[in-house]
């Protein structure tokens, strides 16, 4: 963020009219539109939103000779634009971590666990390891497709085909895990 120059007392003065006539009311609405533009900063994640805000009401309040000849509207809501291009300019200049990469697997477990997969695939009826097989063989599209043939075939709902699957699955994984557990031993 770029240091800017404070505004002058005169500037202040011009903007405290600009939001009302009354002296005493415009020092309220000063005060409930700076905590207002403070909790926007907060609630968007900005650890220094009481900065933001300062920096929020110079920048208006720099620009006080224009916009009591040019502004029309509600004096807060002109806040609320500048301090969202702050806060826009405030997110270009935080640091983002750098993300750690993914960890490397371990091709030893993996390969563990397919050889115990195709172990206890081998413990199932043949007709059952074919159906599991070819319900989880291509890629995206094709799978869909695949999976609403099979369906056919067997004279099922999608749904049906779905839940004896997961029977199967079920099945095979308290396999898969004590296969696992044994080798490990």
Request: hydrophobic share 35%.
């Amino acid at each position: 963020m770029k240091k800017r120059e404070p505004p002058s007392e005169e500037d202040f003065n011009k903007l405290l009219f600009w939001l009302d006539a009354d002296r005493d009311k415009a020092a309220e609405k000063y005060q409930r539109t700076y905590l207002r533009v403070v909790r926007i900063f907060s609630a968007r994640g900005c650890a220094s939103a009481e900065e933001r805000a300062d920096e929020t009401f110079d920048v208006v309040t720099r620009r006080i000779d224009w916009l009591i000849a040019n502004y029309v509207g509600n004096p807060t809501l002109y806040f609320y634009g500048v301090a969202k291009k702050i806060y826009l300019e405030w997110l270009k200049t935080r640091t983002r971590p750098i993300p750690s990469p993914p960890p490397v697997p371990d091709n030893t477990e993996l390969e563990l666990r397919c050889r115990c997969l195709e172990k206890c695939l081998h413990r199932l009826a043949e007709k059952e390891r074919q159906m599991l097989l070819r319900y989880h063989k291509g890629e995206g599209r094709e799978r869909i497709e695949n999976r609403k043939r099979m369906a056919e075939e067997f004279g099922i709902t999608l749904n049906a085909l779905r839940i004896q699957i997961c029977h199967l699955q079920a099945r095979l994984r308290p396999c898969i895990e004590e296969c696992v557990r044994d080798s490990e031993q």
